[in-house]
């Protein structure tokens, strides 16, 4: 039945076998190719063996982990949802994936437990198998932050607990902050709700290297020193960190120079400080990198103690901003000319309004009648910047354009995470335990990995990719002799992604279920 269902399927669409054989039935089908895919690059990464096939928690609880993990890394990478939608809906209606039929709810919150208390020594390996595979360049490393919010109105409680799911510890007993807190300096400004801040390594070619999960109310700079003290566990040879002006304090560089590290970190150009004084306003000739790149390199101080500097400019960038000051100077000056019309409660509030404003109070300034103007000086200081950046390392085996491009690469991690906030959706987070918050977000990191690898080999995006992947289904065909599952062929753009990906065609026969015959028997 086998072979003949293999030479029969092989070339015929499941429609047209319906039609042919009145005694076939079409029962259901679903979207394949890129389920396929995913499921083919866990096993190359041997993922499906550093996870458990089987195993038992701390109530005896029969725990099909690796299946678990794989659904919701498939879930969130093909149709992110809550795990009460993917366990009620996605994967008993949307998808087949093998070996799921006897998953429970509560078998994907224990596996997310599984997966965080061994978390770090799965991120370890995963790591080092991508690298072995895909030949990663690990020389430099890029890092940053962003913050999660969430819908709810109270803080968690203050203080650290050790956390216990079914009478064992987590992580060996590892304490958990009150992770969701409110924090004024919140990346997405919405200061008037709980949030954490996530931080992310990545390599240059855009795969994640390992992430965090902090305290919302915790600052970029107070993130960097158990980032450098857990990479440094890794044995990564030489390893350049590259970071943003968040990451920029006195304790920061001490850190990551410490042990003869390197880094690449952009600098705040703040009022007095070194950089606006000695740097950026130090005059040179600029050397051309790219059309939208010039860079001048500048030391300050002598000997060891010196320090260098690369000063870049984007001249596309500069006539940018003298364009949307233009644009703000002349709406402010709209606005103050109307508030000599205005008196009162309302003018102390429209005033208020002016000062606080992102766009508009970095340009005034108080006279002494308390009126408000507009400040020239500042205005000429802010237009010195127009189109500049500063960069500053402490390897000097690097020439300046390395030190621009190496920081430029940085929006990779930008990239990270607009894909993981749109196309992956890590949030909305349904979770409130501190234990389930950080696995959500490694299972959403492990996706992630997954999704960039693919969007590596086929130089495209993840949805237009997987737009192409889903051209291949799975057909459920019941006969009069059993049920078979054919794959279908798909379209010649779905078998270009699986060349791309030097993944092989899937087997045109996913199942075949032989329905026993009865023989009348005598008396």
Known sequence: MRKLARGILRRVAPEELVEDQPQWKLIDSWQYGDLYVLEYLWKKLEIDKLLPKKTYDATKTRLPVERSCFTMVANRALAPSSKLYCYEQWMREDVVIEGTDKIELHHLYRSMDYFEKHKEAIEEQIFFKVCDLFSCDVDVIFYDTTTLHFEIDAEDADGKDDVTVNGSKLAGGKPYDALRQRSKTAKNKRT??????????????????????FRGDKVDVKTVAQVKRDLRGWRLTRCVFVGDAGMVSEENLK???????????????????EVAKSVVT??????????????????????????????????????RQKDHRKKALEELEVELASLQTVKGDEHSKRECRLRASGRYGKYLRMTKGGRLKIDRAKVKHYEKLD??????SNDD??????????????????????????????????????????????????????V???ENACDDTWRNISDDLRRIKLA????????????????????????????????????????????????
């Not at 949030?427 to 990191?445: E, G, K, N, Q």
């Not at 379209?491 to 045109?508: A, D, N, V």
């Open 255 to 273: 850190e990551l120079a410490g042990g003869g590290g390197k880094y690449i970190l952009c600098m705040p150009i703040k009022v007095g400080s």
């Open 387 to 392: 189109g500049k950046f500063v960069v500053h």
């Open 452 to 454: 960039r690898i693919v």
């Open 397 to 450: 085996t690097l020439t300046a354009e390395d030190m621009a491009l190496g920081y430029k690469q940085l929006m990779a991690v930008e990239r990270a995470w607009r894909l993981l906030k749109s196309g992956l959706a890590i949030r909305p987070i349904f979770h409130y335990a501190p234990h389930r918050i950080c696995s959500h977000v490694s299972l959403t990191m492990l996706a992630l990995l997954l």
């Open 192 to 213: 008037d709700v709980p949030q954490i801040v996530v931080g992310l390594a990545m390599t240059r070619d855009g795969l994640p290297v390992r992430s965090w999960v």
């Open 476 to 523: 459920q065909l019941s006969t009069p002799q059993g049920d078979v599952w054919q794959v279908t062929e798909g379209t010649p753009e779905s078998r270009y992604r699986l060349k791309q990906l030097g993944i092989p065609p899937p087997p045109p026969i996913h199942n075949v279920i032989i329905r026993p015959t009865h023989t009348p028997t005598d008396g």
């Open 282 to 319: 130090r005059p040179g000739r600029y050397q051309d990198v790219a059309s939208n790149l010039k860079v001048k390199e500048v030391t300050v101080g002598d000997g060891e103690g010196r320090r260098r500097y690369v000063v870049c400019y984007n001249p596309e960038e500069d006539r």
